[in-house]
């Protein structure tokens, strides 16, 4: 009897903590999968660096919003001059970095300035090809010459590579970042987690929560482990989709099915005879069943795509109809253009389950058509160095992961070596204009050309999912850009 | 006993040294940029030659084998490619985690293991003796990994007494932290306590045979006091060989047991620098743990000579 009543009594004191807990809960731990190799955004691709401190450490002129849009950032306004080539950015008043030095538009000067240099090791050196210069006109205003206009440009200074650093602080940015956002960088338990605090000084908006940890868990199971256990309360691009079902039934938990930038693409080496067909390239598309592969690969989840562009993207136009499933026309098309079957191909794919489940299933669908792959599991080195680089490969699965990346298209170097004049002059007319209706235009235009070339066969748009407790609330459902934004998110009462 | 720990000692000098080339030749042969993988698929050429160019990649294979030893031997690893940061101080940390957690599981192996090995031989036949041997074939058939996960879905998920992994680090509190160590420990402690309790048991069967234990019970000691006074000490050569194994593994092997609690030790550190091609922290990493084996091997060698006075003079 006493046993019962200690009991009770036990579990209403758990219960009074509890919620007492709750009501004060203003830290939120936050699981990923990747670790950041170091902290700087701007000298590297990893897209944990920007997971964790983009837009919470870290700004730029401009920013990506939610939903991919491009928001003012420490630039709260610009002006483009008649010829399209002079970019006058207004910044915003009272900024200081974290350390207290300011930031003004000589900072902005440097920045810019470090990504464009000879000895620059910015991963996205492409963005900041086109400036002729950049000056600071008062401390308050940067003028920005570019060598042609570039409508881009205010999206290109969105990305984590663009970033605005100070010259005081970047000695020792790679394990002491110091940035201008509502969060400031606490501390880095290597392998284990990143601590961040809200920064009282913010020059804008400030963050709701106190605290933010980062954990880095990269085995699924542990993942699953760890949220149901609640030692965290998200977890963002949760990387096991076949968990999915189980945390949307829990009542303590809700799961935000989104969209990211990634283009899922069974990519073509367009050099490689017979490949250089563009019939055979055509029967590949045709062999392909997406939805089989996003039942199978992604467990469903997945947005299945016609060409090389994000489905939510306004300008996104649905070509899937031009490589519907259709093996007859698949063999028809392989006769036509003279191919003895079966035609043995090398198909290389990288770690992850997309591209290892995906790649099971697309070469049993090749299969049934007279090609043959031979499948080849690689790590992303090897990937980068074999297939990347070397073009050592006829097929390969591969996510694109970069916002509105189709002028890689415009590269004949480039991995899959498809090489297009017309598409060249179309992009580079395209990066020249800056009316939005021209340039929704000519997007719509450069989507057809790649669907109706058959560079790649086109599969889906990779899904994001998100697990989170259910008290969390202003979490980015989509992801337009690598990025964990922290600086909305709350705890509802 | 000067001249047996020389020999030894000049053993574990040539070991390393070639345990150096054999690393170094062999991570050097793997495929993979260690520039491309950090700048991604959108880098330019000049970019990637700039940042091999600040790695110090350039240089020769002989160039950098030696620049690597000669840094090790004054006690400098280099900087890590990926994070940037000294490959000592990373080592540092990581042994912070991976050392205690050794440790650990082995006390508690051993723990387990002795009382139930010496409680089977001296009960040979006995059902304790076909229990211990039931429940250690089964201890030894589990794999961890698995017995791992079992332990969080009971503990963390349903009971809620431990977190499902993590380290909250020593400077939160020792008790805290070895808290966040108990699972990852038993679940590498259960195997091993097992083959220890099956041969710490066969060991002292063995010796229980031996003319000597007949000679003391024949001098009047009960069967009891033979067993430990004569027989286990004899019995314990084996024993401390397979501890010292056992040590080496646990410091090596907690890749997998790392990985399900996500604890930020060596094995995650080896694993994350290889799939990042980042080959001086895998360098660095490898050769400490060669020299952790060597020296555990050393260790046990001498303590052979402590308890078999016959090996002091060979």
Redesign the interface.
């Known amino acids: 009897m006493t046993f019962r009543y200690s009991t009770a009594g036990l579990s209403v004191a758990f219960a009074l903590t509890a919620s007492v807990a709750m009501a004060q809960s203003t830290g939120l731990t936050v699981g990923m999968q990747l ?1 950041p ?2 902290l700087d955004p701007t000298s ?3 897209g944990a660096i920007d997971s964790v401190l983009y837009s919470n450490v870290f700004e730029g002129l401009t920013r990506f919003g939610p939903d991919g849009s491009i928001n003012p950032g420490l630039a709260t306004s610009w002006d483009i001059s008649e010829d399209g080539k002079v970019y006058t950015f207004h910044l915003a008043e009272g900024v200081t970095f974290h350390d207290g030095t300011t930031m003004d538009a000589e900072d902005v000067v440097f920045s810019l300035d470090r990504a464009r240099a ?9 963005l900041f090809a086109g400036i002729e210069s950049v000056e600071a006109t008062d401390p308050l205003t940067v003028t920005v010459t570019l060598k042609t206009a570039d409508g881009n440009f205010p999206f290109n200074m969105a990305w984590g590579d663009a970033v605005i650093v100070a010259p005081e602080s970047i000695e020792n940015i ?2 002491t970042p110091i940035g201008t956002g509502a969060f400031k960088f606490d501390n880095w ?5 990143i601590h961040l605090v809200k920064n009282a000084d913010y020059w804008g908006e400030p963050a709701i929560l106190e605290e933010a940890t980062f ?5 699924p ?2 993942a699953f ?2 949220m ?2 609640e ?1 965290l309360d998200v977890f963002v691009a949760f990387p096991a989709p076949e968990n999915l079902p189980q945390f949307d039934a829990d009542p303590r938990f809700k799961v935000l099915i989104g969209s990211t930038e990634g283009e899922t693409i069974l990519a073509i080496n367009n050099k490689l005879p017979p490949f250089d067909n563009v019939k055979v390239r055509e029967a590949i598309a045709h062999a392909v069943n997406r939805q089989e592969i996003i039942d199978g690969a992604m467990f469903g989840y997945g947005t299945p795509i016609g060409t090389h562009f994000a489905p939510h993207h306004p300008d996104y136009v649905d070509l899937t109809e031009m490589s519907g499933y259709d093996p007859e026309k698949s063999k028809a098309l392989l006769a036509e253009a003279g191919v003895t079957t079966p035609l043995k191909v090398k198909m290389t794919l990288p770690p992850p389950s997309y591209a290892r489940r995906g790649g099971e299933i697309v070469a049993a669908e090749l299969r049934a058509v007279g090609i043959e792959p031979e499948i080849e599991n690689v ?4 990937w ?3 297939t ?2 070397g073009k050592d490969y006829g097929l390969t699965i591969i996510s ?1 992961t ?1 916002p509105l990346d189709i002028n ?1 298209y415009a590269r004949p170097d480039y ?1 899959f070596q498809y090489d297009n004049p017309e598409f060249q002059t179309l992009m580079t007319d395209l990066s020249a204009e800056s009316d939005p209706a021209k340039r929704s235009e000519m997007f719509k235009q450069a989507q057809e050309t790649i669907a109706k070339d058959y560079v790649n066969a086109y599969l889906f748009q990779l899904p994001l999912h998100t697990v989170a407790k259910v008290g969390v609330e202003g979490l980015w459902e989509n992801a337009p850009t690598q990025a964990t934004d922290l600086t909305a998110v709350s705890w509802s009462q | 006993m000067l001249l047996y720990i020389l020999k030894r000692l000049i053993s574990l000098v040539v070991s390393l040294a070639v345990a150096s080339v054999v690393i170094f030749l062999s991570i050097e042969i793997l495929p993979g940029d260690p520039a491309a993988f950090m700048l991604g698929v959108n880098a330019q050429e000049d970019t990637l030659a700039a940042l091999r160019d600040q790695l110090g990649l350039n240089g020769s294979l002989w160039e950098r084998y030696l620049s690597w030893v000669g840094g090790m031997l004054s006690g400098d690893f280099g900087m890590s490619y990926t994070y940037r940061t000294p490959v000592a101080g990373m080592i540092a940390d990581r042994m912070w985690i991976s050392l205690p957690l050794a440790i650990y599981a082995l006390t508690l192996s051993t723990l387990i293991a002795f009382p139930a090995g010496i409680w089977a031989a001296s009960r040979r036949g006995s059902a304790v003796d076909v229990g211990v041997m039931g429940v250690t074939q089964l201890g030894v058939a589990i794999p961890n990994f698995w017995f791992a996960m079992l332990m969080v879905v009971v503990f963390a998920i349903n009971l809620r007494w431990f977190s499902a992994g993590g380290f909250p680090g020593w400077d939160k509190g020792f008790w805290v932290s070895m808290k966040a160590l108990t699972l990852p420990a038993i679940a590498l402690a259960l195997p091993q306590a097992s083959i220890l309790a099956r041969v710490m048991r066969s060991a002292l069967l063995d010796t229980l045979s031996e003319d000597f234990v007949r000679t003391a019970r024949a001098k009047g000691l009960s069967k009891r006091q033979a067993l430990w006074r004569h027989a286990l000490r004899n019995a314990l050569i084996p024993v401390l060989t397979i501890i010292g194994l056992q040590f080496s593994f646990l410091l090596a092997g907690g890749i997998i047991i790392e990985n399900v609690f996500y604890l930020p030790g060596l094995g995650r550190l080896i694993f994350q620098s290889i799939s990042a091609r980042d080959l001086i922290v895998v360098e660095s990493v490898v050769m400490l743990l060669v020299f952790a084996v060597v020296l555990v091997n050393f260790a046990v060698e001498v303590a052979y000579a402590v308890v078999d006075p016959r090996l002091r003079r060979r």
């Open positions: 670790e190799p170091h590297a691709a990893a000879e000895d620059s090791v910015n991963a996205q050196k492409a790679k394990t338990v290597q392998g284990d987690s954990k880095f868990i990269s085995d199971t542990a482990a760890a149901m256990a030692d790590e992303w080195a090897q980068l160095e074999g990347f680089k694109h970069e890689i991995y």
